[in-house]
């Protein structure tokens, strides 16, 4: 198999959490992983589960809020593999709870970019690499917990990427790229740890079995 006709996901935040978890499903059911994350750690670990499974991947230690290394990376991978098949978008800043009368103005500024911007960006810079795809793919994930009190940070943002995915999903609905809004169910995720620290999480679902059943519902 060629590199261009090598099945190909990007899956931004792929260090830990469910990011981690879909970036080994998928190199686990053939498709070449291009892992995105700020942890070198984390993705050295994953790559590691990745090759143990049979499959393969190309870790990018990048901070998704810096433009010029991510407009360069998908540039990198067109001219490598000419597309993505599947993008998976789980990178996510999480502020801590706070009443919006007390949110730091810096917590608010960094899930801003991240949650917002970052996004935008990140739709501008996949989108002609998953047109080039027959059958692209994008996957975001909603979360149902994003408008409950002290989450107004981290909900506001989260309802604007949302719309974004929407409107992309709707732009796109006739040129061969099909967006996903997905929702996972609650896991014990760092980012779930910052807002209810002290939860029972053995009541959690497992994140690998959930990246399974998300996985699932895609025709991949």
Same mark, same amino acid.
């Given at each position: 198999?060629?590199?261009?006709?090598?099945?190909?996901?990007?899956?931004?935040?792929?260090?830990?959490?469910?990011?981690?978890?879909?970036?080994?499903?998928?190199?686990?059911?053939?498709?070449?992983?291009?892992?995105?994350?700020?942890?070198?750690?984390?993705?050295?670990?994953?790559?590691?589960?990745?090759?143990?499974?049979?499959?393969?991947?190309?870790?990018?230690?990048?901070?998704?809020?810096?433009?010029?290394?991510?407009?360069?990376?998908?540039? =990198?991978?067109? +001219?490598?593999?000419?597309?993505?098949?599947?993008? *998976? /978008?789980?990178?996510?800043? %999480? $502020?801590?709870?706070?009443?919006?009368?007390?949110?730091?103005?810096?917590?608010?500024?960094?899930?801003?970019a991240t949650?917002?911007?970052?996004?935008?960006?990140?739709?501008?810079?996949?989108?002609?690499?998953?047109?080039?795809?027959?059958?692209?793919?994008?996957?975001?994930?909603?979360?149902?917990?994003?408008?409950?009190?002290?989450?107004?940070?981290?909900?506001?943002?989260?309802?604007?990427?949302?719309?974004?995915?929407? =409107?992309?999903? +709707?732009?796109?609905?006739?040129?061969?790229?099909? *967006? /996903?809004?997905?929702?996972? %169910? $609650?896991?014990?995720?760092?980012?779930?740890?910052?807002?209810?620290?002290?939860?029972?999480?053995?009541?959690?679902?497992?994140?690998?079995?959930?990246?399974a059943r998300?996985?699932?519902?895609?025709?991949?």
């Amino acid at each position: 198999m060629t590199e261009q006709s090598q099945k190909i996901a990007l899956v931004t935040g792929a260090s830990r959490g469910l990011g981690a978890a879909m970036a080994e499903s998928l190199g686990a059911r053939g498709y070449h992983v291009i892992a995105l994350a700020r942890t070198v750690g984390g993705l050295e670990e994953l790559d590691d589960r990745i090759t143990a499974k049979g499959g393969s991947a190309t870790l990018v230690p990048v901070d998704i809020n810096d433009d010029d290394a991510m407009a360069q990376i998908c540039h =990198s991978i067109h +001219d490598r593999w000419g597309h993505v098949d599947l993008l *998976v /978008h789980a990178a996510i800043h %999480a $502020p801590p709870l706070a009443p919006m009368e007390h949110v730091d103005a810096k917590d608010l500024d960094k899930t801003l970019a991240t949650n917002i911007r970052a996004t935008a960006r990140l739709i501008l810079n996949t989108t002609p690499l998953l047109k080039a795809s027959k059958a692209g793919q994008a996957v975001m994930f909603d979360d149902p917990e994003q408008g409950d009190k002290f989450h107004g940070a981290y909900g506001l943002s989260k309802a604007a990427q949302m719309r974004m995915a929407s =409107s992309w999903r +709707d732009e796109t609905a006739k040129t061969g790229i099909t *967006v /996903h809004m997905m929702t996972p %169910a $609650p896991m014990p995720t760092a980012t779930r740890g910052r807002f209810y620290p002290g939860e029972d999480r053995s009541k959690l679902a497992d994140c690998h079995a959930e990246a399974a059943r998300l996985l699932d519902q895609l025709p991949l």
